[in-house]
C-alpha cells in the first residue's frame, strides 16, 4: 500500500498504515526514524525516503599510498552526499574466500548512495581505491539499523 493511500484509508489494513496515522499527529516537518516518514507542509502525505548502503568486501590492503589518497579524496564526496561509513567485523563473513575487510557506508537514500557511486569525483577516486586493494561493492536498499 503506497503512504498517500495509508493516510486516506479510513481503516488502516496493516502495521504500516496504522504507523503512519500515529506518525502524522505529530507536528510537521518531523521525522520517523523507523519508517524514514516525513510529513512536509508542501505536500499533503508522506514522504518515504528508504536508507541506501554500499556493502564493500575487500582484501587486505596491499597498497597504503594509494589508500591513504582514495581516503583524502573520499572524505570531501562522503560529506556531500551524507555518507557515514561503518567498518564491520571481519567474522560477520561466515564464506569467504579472500575478502578480508568488511565496510557498509550508509546513505541518507537509496537514490544519493547511486548518486554518488556515478558522481564524476567519485570515479576518480574510485581508481585508487582498486589500486589499493581487490573489492567488491554492491550497493543496496533498507534499513541495517
Known amino acids: 500500500m503506497l503512504a498517500k493511500e495509508a493516510v486516506q484509508d479510513e481503516r488502516p489494513c496493516c502495521a504500516f498504515s ?9 507536528q510537521r516537518g518531523k521525522r520517523c526514524k523507523r519508517y524514514h516518514l ?10 518515504i525516503t528508504v536508507k541506501g548502503y554500499w556493502i564493500i568486501l575487500g582484501t587486505d590492503v596491499t597498497d597504503q599510498a594509494a589508500q591513504q589518497e ?10 556531500k552526499y551524507g555518507a557515514t561509513v561503518r567498518v564491520l567485523d571481519p567474522e ?5 574466500r579472500s575478502s578480508r575487510r568488511v565496510l557498509a557506508v550508509e546513505f541518507p537514500s537509496y ?11 567519485y570515479t576518480h577516486a574510485k581508481e585508487f581505491a582498486l589500486r589499493a586493494s581487490q573489492r567488491e ?5 533498507g534499513d541495517l539499523a
Open 111 to 121: 537514490e544519493q548512495a547511486k548518486a554518488c557511486y556515478k558522481d564524476p569525483a
Open 70 to 79: 582514495y581516503g583524502r579524496l573520499w572524505a570531501p564526496i562522503g560529506e
Open 137 to 141: 561493492l554492491i550497493i543496496i536498499e
Open 92 to 96: 560477520v563473513l561466515v564464506e569467504s
Open 18 to 26: 496504522r504507523r503512519v496515522e500515529f506518525v502524522q499527529r505529530q
Open 38 to 47: 516525513e510529513f512536509t507542509t508542501a505536500d499533503p502525505y508522506w514522504r
